[in-house]
């Protein structure tokens, strides 16, 4: 079964520190991979998605991922975070070609202090 | 494109009342996903249609829960009756056709229910 991992349940940065997070997927066939993004009251709205050529994935508000099949990784970087990028982040995985279903990760809650 | 829309937004009811949330897809997909999110166990699926089919409902708490697709373009997800534990907000999420831009789910804004 598909499953998905993301080890950081909070993180608390200060505006213009860098980011990581963390998101590993175990499934041994090939997957489109999501990062979602949800804001305080809000729905989750894509951020961006791999679904196949450059690993490394650009998507809005300077945030990329970079998909690493051997370590069946897919982490979520930003160089300076802003106060506006306190939200939830949901990374999310799909077996190409056998569901439609996202199998999403528990979320990481990051807070950045002004 | 007016997105995934959902009604009502916020729904207050009594415990044993019928609750009925709505759901309309982005026209043109054919997937359609019912999610509830609560503090404890945040996102779950509850159940996934496509093409007006349901596909897996393995994630319906129980028989109080039922899902419907009348049609294409809309879908209901029927609580009865309503008991506080089922408290949370419910998205409802659309995806196009399996194709060049994959299956991008799309969410709606929920509905926030709280029973009493």
Redo the contacts between chains.
Sequence with gaps: AQSVSQHNHHVILSEAASLELGCNYSYGGTV?L?W?VQYPG?????LL?Y?SGDPLVKGIKGFEAEFIKSKFSFNLRKPSVQWSDTAEY?CAV?A??A????I?G??TLLAVQP | DAGVIQSPRHEVTEMGQEVTLRCKLISGHN?L?WYRQTMMR??E?LI?F?NNVP??DSGMPEDRFSAKMPNASFSTLKIQPSEPRDSAVY?C?S?PP?GGV?????????TRLTVL
């Design positions: 489109n999501f979602y809000q729905h989750l709205q894509l998605k679904f949901f799909n190409r070609g569901t439609n279903k996202l999403f528990t979320g | 997937s996903f945040g996102l699926l996934y496509n596909i897996d998205f999420a995806s399996p994959g299956n991008e789910q799309f969410f709606g804004p929920g």
